[in-house]
């Protein structure tokens, strides 16, 4: 199990050094440079000439590269051009206001959608199933920012009865800023909701067809016993796209996180790309990828545990 | 060995011979995959009225200016933000007045384009990537499915904001950035589809003609993995356009002013406070063509027999 | 044809550098002719190689050492043949009637097909189609355009034989082509298969566990066993006097037809050894009853044992006076 562990965390090196290269170039290839936006443009050459020395963009690219990568490996993820900020301390806060809202989202999508696919699946073709699975098919097909939009105008513009946008006085007491998560986070775990819906339906399905299931109930085993055998089958395929999701809803957040004003790391990166502003932008897409790909150890860590076939 | 022709012959008749151009017609006649697809497709209510439903989208999304019953880029002051049937427009009108009937069968083309067609591209690149992938194996597919890994690092929509935010928004930004995306995953599942049929003995059957790589690809991998390929992309479309109008809708897509319906959704936002019901309209038309799609896909998944 | 040394181990555990550390012994090192215009039964229990020699034979597989002559000519490397030119002479019937058809085409097209990859124009391949259809019993006015789910096991194994045949070529290996169908059907297609190779001037590799069907239309057998060639001879030889201990007790496994010949106990017991691993010395000491210490230390070699009969050779120290083995000679020997 060490072993599969230690080859999972070595094969994330190559990944993440991929990345690297991917948004470095991409900053590469993105129109002008920090000059442009720091400097007026009538300012004489020598000004701009001595800010591009200043940042290191008189060297040779690879040299460039090297440098930053350097930097990053130390902790440090750039300054902002705009508020000459580090990066890494705005980062760290709107984060953790993502997550406020990812991890209860991903918990109840999570629950909701495994709930209502194991039943439309014990339930095949009644009429529990079709409404469950056109539950399930919306999810996945409804735009979730205009959901947000929908829900906003629903709860808090009509029935008054909770508030549109941000996350509410600092100092404000528990049950207010509960109440400020609450529509986002529905709007957030609708596609986690289908997605996994859909699958937990089609994998229960699968197995329910097979033959050791039969056989088990030909054993005359309790129905109890039997469903445990079928949650333990259908767990690791799950677990995988759960992963998968928890991932989306990181960096799928920026949308949600926009139509409600939440200051969290999308709305980090949609300040960013207003202000042209390279580096947050680049350092926080960094950082969620950092993150996604080790969510996804962690699942092939959690599958191998479930399922030793895995540990290959 | 004459005995036994001949007393074949003497129960059965003589074999009748066939011409073999007449041969060729009747191979083509026959009743393949794609004609029993269809047969049980044609027998899918659903799945009929969502065709339906797009190919009216489509329909209407190409003759916009024949369809559209006032001039999309036309405001007026006095008559902003109306609700269903204001003067003759049929679904109200937007935060400039501007008829909305008219703006979302406009916006249909620009949120189709952006929609479909990275996944039409991310089909063409990723699909002969991922086919060649699992058929040539060994470094070839190492190569390809490392890179793809890499791809994979960034969740869902994060790439292509990368790409749009860095690079600048527009439609062509748009249009790459939401391809790039959609490579990854098709490679891996026609990888995966590839490599289970090249497992089958009849590539090795094929292979022991003699014939090429690319022609075993094309002739005897191809037809049976495209069906599995194509089920996957049609659910993507759907992502996808949601996505496209998701990007427009962060200012990172579409420029205004152009009609686009997560642009349009945008500009409305403010609205909700004036008419909701306005407000939620180019919504509805990405959710029902979204929808649509995932119903489509839900539909040649089962005429296909497909699992999963 | 000529076999020499030919050998494949699968690598199943690589180290981090993928240097192989553990591999199945697949094939290892067999040598063997196949004489034109024979039928050369092999045989041996699953998983004992005689699939994978079929497939190193047709380069399905590229072997890992061996040399394969066919009338003369290498096979593959710089200076032999390449595989192209091999499958105008060599052909191979898959044991999967289902999975040897590609499900989306017509059965005419896949027949087609090798005569169409070999450069032949649409219509005289389709031509070559329509006659093979007829010679393996199938009219083409009714099937030429079927799919292969439409026909059942038997027919699809037809196609599968007039597929190999499209070619024109002189050697055909059938991979246990008969034994996924019923008794009925599978003494329909032997008899196919007979009357083809009399008209077309073939010759069969004719690979089967089934000691029956071996029998039946061969004219040598070959006896394989964890990767090795045990025995070979011509069918009379080996199924009136088998040398080796293994064939004998193959044999004897073989329901008889004759009560009083019936046999209690069971001659062969055990499972073969994991070909990972192979037991060092003859590979069939673990099971066998006189195995002795020269059978652990030395791999007795088919030109030890000395020939009896015509071209009849055996691998088994008992055969070889001079092996040190305590009954060798003492048993077996005997003429």
């Known amino acids: 199990m060490w072993r599969f562990i230690g080859r999972r965390l070595l094969y994330a090196v190559p990944i993440l050094l991929g990345v690297s290269i991917i948004i470095f170039a991409l900053v590469q290839l993105a129109p002008g440079d920090v000059t442009d936006i720091l400097i007026p443009p009538e300012a004489p050459k020598e000004v701009a000439d001595i800010l591009r020395h200043k940042f290191g963009l008189d060297r040779p690219v690879y040299e460039q590269y090297f440098i930053w990568l350097g930097n990053l490996l130390q902790g440090d993820l750039g300054v902002s051009i705009f508020t000459n900020q580090p990066v890494g301390s705005e980062l760290a806060s709107a984060l953790s206001n993502t997550l406020m809202l990812a991890i209860p989202a991903a918990f109840l999508g999570f629950t909701l959608g495994a709930v209502l696919g194991v039943l439309a699946a014990f339930f095949r073709g009644g009429w529990l199933d079709k409404l469950f699975s056109g539950i399930a098919i919306a999810g996945v097909s409804l735009p979730h920012y205009w959901v947000g939009i929908v829900l906003v105008a629903i709860f808090a513009v009509t029935l008054n009865v909770l508030p549109a946008q941000g996350m509410g006085p600092e100092d404000g007491d528990v049950w207010d800023s509960l109440r400020h998560l609450i529509l986002p986070v529905i709007t957030l775990s609708l596609i986690p909701m289908g997605v996994i819906s859909r699958l937990v339906r089609a994998s229960v399905l699968e197995i329910l067809s097979q ?22 089958n259908a767990a690791p395929p799950t677990l995988a796209v759960m992963g998968l999701q928890f991932g989306y809803l990181l960096g799928g957040s920026i949308l949600v996180e926009t139509v409600y004003n939440w200051p969290g790391s999308g709305g980090l990166m949609n300040l960013a790309i207003f202000r042209r502003d390279v580096p947050v932008l680049s350092s926080t897409i960094l950082v969620l990828a950092g993150i996604f790909v080790a969510i996804n150890i962690l699942v092939d860590v959690l599958q191998a545990l479930i399922d030793p076939r895995l540990r290959r | ?55 009216l989208i489509f329909l209407a999304a190409i003759f916009a200016p024949l369809i559209a019953t006032h001039d999309p880029s036309k405001g007026s002051i006095i008559g902003r933000l109306k609700g269903f049937g204001y003067k003759d427009h049929l679904l109200g009108t937007d935060e400039t007045g501007r008829d909305m009937f008219s703006r979302l069968v406009f916006g249909a083309r ?14 063409l690149i990723g699909g002969s990537l991922g086919i060649a992938a699992g058929y040539l194996r060994g470094r070839v ?16 929509i994060l790439l292509a904001i990368a790409i749009c935010g860095i690079l600048g928004s527009g439609l062509e930004n748009t249009l790459l950035a939401l391809t790039i995306t959609f490579i990854p995953p098709i490679v891996r599942v026609s990888e995966t589809v590839t490599v289970q049929v090249r497992s089958l003995d009849f590539v090795d059957a094929a292979r022991t003609s003699g014939a090429s790589s690319a022609s075993i690809m094309c002739r005897h991998v191809l037809n049976n993995v495209l069906g599995q390929i194509l089920v996957y992309t049609t659910s993507l479309v759907s992502l996808s356009i949601i996505l496209a109008a998701g990007l427009s809708f962060l200012g990172l897509g579409v420029t205004p002013p152009d009609a686009e319906w997560g642009l349009m959704l945008n500009n409305l936002r403010q609205a909700i406070w004036v008419n909701p019901t306005i407000a939620a309209l180019p919504g509805v038309a990405i959710f029902i063509t979204s929808m649509s799609f995932n119903l489509l896909s839900d539909g040649l998944r089962q005429a296909m027999d497909i699992r999963l | 044809m000529t076999v020499a040394d030919l050998r494949k181990h699968f690598p199943i555990k690589r180290n981090l550098l993928g240097r192989t550390l553990s591999a199945v012994q697949a094939v290892d090192d067999i040598s063997f002719q196949v004489i034109k215009g024979e ?13 994978t020699t079929a497939r190193l034979l047709m380069r399905l597989i590229e072997p890992d050492a061996g040399v394969v ?31 040897s058809l590609n499900p989306r085409m017509p059965i005419s097209m896949s027949i087609a097909y090798g005569p169409l990859s070999q450069g032949m124009n649409r219509k005289a391949a389709m031509a070559v189609a329509v006659k093979l259809l007829e010679q393996v019993g199938l009219n083409p006015v009714l099937y030429a355009n079927r799919y292969p789910h439409e026909l059942s096991g038997g027919q699809k194994q037809r196609v599968n034989i007039a597929r190999a045949l499209a070619l024109r070529p002189r050697l055909v290996i059938l991979d246990e082509a008969v034994s996924a169908l019923d008794k009925s059907i599978e003494a329909q297609i032997l008899n196919l298969l007979i009357d083809l190779k009399q008209e077309y001037d073939l010759t069969y590799v004719f690979i089967s566990h089934d000691l029956n069907v071996i029998r039946f239309i061969s ?10 060639i045990v025995e070979v001879g011509r069918v009379e030889d080996i199924y009136a006097r088998p040398e080796h201990p293994y064939t004998k007790a193959l044999l004897a496994a073989m329901p008889s037809m004759d009560p009083r010949k019936r046999t209690e106990t069971a001659p062969i017991t055990g499972d073969p050894p994991n070909p990972i691993d192979p037991p060092p010395g003859c590979r069939f000491r ?17 030109n030890d044992g000395a020939a009896t009969g015509e071209g009849h050779l055996v691998a088994c120290h008992m055969r070889d006076r001079r092996s040190g083995h305590p009954e060798a000679r003492s048993s077996g020997a005997s003429q």
Request: proline share 4%.
């Open chain 1, 211 to 232: 033959e050791f299931i039969s056989a088990l109930s030909a054993k005359g085993m309790a129905r109890r016993r039997i469903l445990f055998h079928i949650v333990k």
């Open chain 2, 1 to 55: 060995m004459a005995d036994q022709v001949s007393a074949r012959e003497a129960i059965e008749g003589p074999i009748p011979t066939l011409d073999p151009a007449e041969a060729l017609a009747r191979a083509r006649e026959g009743k393949g995959y794609w004609k029993r697809v269809w047969e049980s497709l044609k027998d899918d209510k659903v799945t009929i009225v969502v065709a339906i439903v797009l190919l």
């Open chain 2, 110 to 123: 620009l949120s189709l384009i952006s929609g479909v067609l990275p996944v039409i591209f991310a089909l």
């Open chain 2, 141 to 156: 597919n190492t190569v390809i499915m490392r890179s793809m890994d890499v791809l994979y690092a960034f969740p869902s």
């Open chain 3, 39 to 51: 039928t050369l039964g092999i045989v041996g229990e699953s998983g004992c190689g005689k699939s």
């Open chain 3, 69 to 99: 002559t066919f009338d003369g000519n290498t096979v593959g490397g710089a200076h032999g043949v390449g595989v192209r030119d091999l499958y105008r002479d060599v052909q191979m019937v898959f044991q999967d009637s289902y999975a």
């Open chain 3, 219 to 228: 004219d040598r057998v070959m006896v394989m066993y964890l990767g090795h």
């Open chain 3, 286 to 302: 673990t099971r066998c009853p006189h195995a002795a210490q020269i059978c652990e230390d030395r791999t007795p070699s088919l």
